[in-house]
């Protein structure tokens, strides 16, 4: 979650190199067609910042609406569950919606709407989800039940998620009522708890005790997207409950795992729910995320439903596979008649290399070499996260383990699919000191090393600095069957030739503007705004690389500049003489054992 792991509280150069001017962008040899005899058009919509707005009314399955972000650290989309109309953060690295009820009490001076659950209908059950890593975690904790869910004009009715009345997260802080995941069902915690449930009340008493055994709780009851390492083994893997309940079920009944696929329909996730039951264009969504920090502008702020922005074509993009988990790694048991499936968990995604400021950075040490190169795309986290000892290069070593002048460009690129996806120096960079323009940092920092048989394997998160830099669209395929329609993920890179200068630029507006005593120079700080997005999609007025629509240059709303910001960007992230300590010592401790 962005520079927030959203939820935890920690939303924590040389000129571009040839890089970004020999970027050549191609169709990917899995891209997946994007012709369709269902609807002729997906949905899009905004993911709105901390005020509300009214959305324009919508029928059909599609609509169209702004999206935008809160001082770049957190990008949130306007849903209506029961009688709340209310933003809640996009998250691509989790799968479960959740939304802080009234009962919590939690509103104080926040003027986010609070969910309303004079309409909830409740399931006696309670979700415990927690995220982060070992250096940071929160919590949301609170009953599971149904209601209606509207998103863009599309309705679901007895959609289940969590009230939460018990978090220490930072999401009413960054202007928004909850988590909105678009992750595989799979890793829905709610999913599971309901999913056991169901399946609980076909047993006896002694048999729904057997079952539960059977199901680790470490993972079962709640979900842990960095660290300690998810298992990820409700109902997966080879120990997992799914031969468990196979076994039970009489011969007329569906296997474990094809009752799994088969609840995804009715209690699956909001989005899941739309793939299984046909009810998009495409099995796909598709972001692009504005820059409201730094230097206004950058993509146009959308989340696209089923479809690509029109303007797109997907010739244009390089798509590749998501990354599927074998029971082995902990992931879901094959049915029995297609014993070959192997199924993904997360929007997790092959990486070729890595490169700073045009070098090829060394591989982790600290990771098996058995594990593949990989990276999970994660809107809902506002830095880029990496192995220990590669960030501790950067930052100590390339960077000299201190801030640099904010004009100083570097750039971090990801090679993906054969084609190099440079992060924009526009978006590596964050001011740490409010009127000095000599005090910038990276915006990057350690994660957690993958453990084979410990949860998840990717070493990068790609978050919101990354994803400001491309297209991104996401394809879940067929989700029962992904030999017959893998999931993938299709890349557009939208950095500029001319992002370096433009980084240069940015910063030769705020110049000295003031001396004091003949001696002190006083700069402004670099602009950071937390407009909300518009109700709907105001047509483009010019596109960028490959189509994409851009957002307005200009500031519409107030800046937040000064003891705000800092005071804002230093709860959600970790500075580089910090993240350099705890780097080395975190290594130190591996190496001692």
């Not at 995220?131 to 149904?146: K, M, R, V």
Request: glycine share 10%; proline share 7%.
């Amino acid at each position: 979650m962005v520079g927030i792991y959203l939820l935890s509280s920690i939303i924590t150069l040389s000129t571009l190199p040839a890089v970004v001017s020999s970027i050549s962008i191609e169709h990917g040899p899995s891209s997946p067609s994007l012709s369709t005899g269902k609807h002729t058009q997906g949905v899009h919509l905004p993911i709105y910042r901390r005020e509300r707005t009214s959305p324009r009314k919508r029928s059909g399955q599609t609509g169209i609406a702004g999206l935008g972000d809160y001082l770049d650290v957190s990008y949130n989309v306007l849903m209506q569950v029961g009688d709340t109309q209310t933003p809640v953060v996009l998250d691509t690295g989790s799968s479960d919606l959740w939304i802080l009820s009234s009962a919590s009490g939690a509103n104080g001076s926040s003027s986010v709407p609070l969910y309303d659950p004079s309409t909830f209908q409740p399931s006696d059950l309670e979700a415990r989800l927690e995220y982060g890593d070992s250096l940071t975690g929160t919590h949301a904790f609170g009953p599971i039940g149904f209601d209606s869910v509207s998103l863009a004009g599309i309705t679901l009715s007895d959609q289940y998620f969590s009230a939460i009345n018990d978090t220490n997260t930072t999401v009413l802080q960054t202007g928004s009522a909850g988590i909105f995941g678009l992750g595989f069902p799979i890793n829905s915690v709610i999913w599971g708890e309901v999913f056991i449930s169901q399946q609980n009340s076909s047993f006896t008493s002694s048999k729904r005790d057997n079952l539960h055994d059977t199901i680790p709780t470490k993972s079962h009851d709640f979900e842990i997207r960095f660290f300690p390492k998810n298992d990820l083994s409700h109902f997966v893997g080879s120990s997992s409950s799914v031969p468990q309940i196979s076994s039970r079920q009489s011969s007329t009944s569906p296997s474990g795992t094809s009752a799994i696929f088969a609840s995804y329909s009715s209690i699956g996730p909001f989005i899941s729910r739309l793939v299984v039951q046909g009810l998009l264009a495409l099995p796909m969504f598709t972001v692009t995320l504005q820059r409201d920090a730094i230097q206004i502008g950058g993509n146009q702020g959308m989340l696209s439903l089923g479809e690509l922005p029109e303007s797109v074509n997907n010739d244009s993009l390089t798509w590749v596979p998501v990354r599927g988990y074998t029971p082995e790694e902990g992931g879901l048991n094959p049915p029995a008649d297609a014993p070959n499936e192997v199924y993904p968990i997360a929007w997790e995604i092959p990486v070729d290399d890595v490169y700073f400021d045009g070098e090829r950075l060394a591989r982790s040490q600290l990771s098996s070499p058995n594990i593949s190169l990989s990276a999970l795309l994660d809107t809902g986290n506002s830095l880029i996260r990496g192995p220990p000892d590669v960030i501790s290069y950067i930052l100590n070593t390339a960077l000299g383990g201190s801030p640099f002048p904010c004009s100083e460009q570097h750039t971090l690129a990801f090679q993906i699919g054969g084609q190099m996806f440079p992060v924009d120096p526009r978006d590596f960079v964050s001011q740490t000191q409010s009127e000095s323009l000599e005090d910038c940092v990276a915006n990057i920092t350690p994660t957690d090393v993958p453990v084979i048989g410990s949860g998840y394997l990717y070493s990068w998160s790609l978050g919101d600095p990354f994803l400001k830099s491309v297209l991104a669209a996401f394809y879940y395929g067929n989700l029962g069957m992904p030999s017959q329609d893998p999931a993938r993920i299709g890349l557009l890179s939208t950095v500029p030739d001319n992002a370096a200068d433009e980084l240069a630029s940015a910063v030769s507006d705020v110049i000295p503007t003031t001396v004091i005593a003949g001696a002190t120079s006083v700069y402004n700080s670099l602009p950071v705004t937390s407009n909300v997005a518009p109700s709907r999609i105001i047509s483009a007025l010019s596109t960028g690389v490959g189509g994409v629509p851009l957002a307005p240059t200009s500031i519409s709303g107030s800046l937040s500049g000064g003891k705000k910001v800092n005071d804002v960007r230093e709860a959600l992230r970790v500075n580089a003489w910090t993240v350099g300590l705890g780097v080395s010592l975190w290594i130190l401790c591996r190496l001692v054992g």
